[in-house]
């Protein structure tokens, strides 16, 4: 078996960068909650114009050709 050295106990460089509370730091991104919310309004964008999309009905296409001044809003 190996005999492993003792660590020696010189004198620390830079005690800034071992500090405890600058593990904390990183690359700035954007919150998982962020992009779940982000997600979450695509989604529901996307829905609304698909449901846009799907919202007239032959029926109301001839109704509005038929009666173009009574459905004014068609």
């Not at 010189?10 to 690359?27: D, E, Q, S, T």
């Not at 449901?51 to 038929?66: E, L, M, N, W, Y």
Request: proline share 7%; hydrophobic share 35%; net charge positive.
């Amino acid at each position: 078996m190996k005999k492993i050295p003792p660590k020696t106990t010189g004198k620390i460089r830079n005690y800034v960068a071992r500090n405890p509370l600058m593990g904390k730091g990183g690359a700035h991104v954007k919150a998982k909650s962020g992009e779940r919310f982000v997600d979450k309004q695509k989604m529901k964008r996307e829905a609304r114009e698909w449901k846009d999309s799907r919202d007239t009905s032959p029926f109301v296409a001839v109704a509005c050709f038929i009666f173009p001044q009574i459905l004014a809003g068609c």
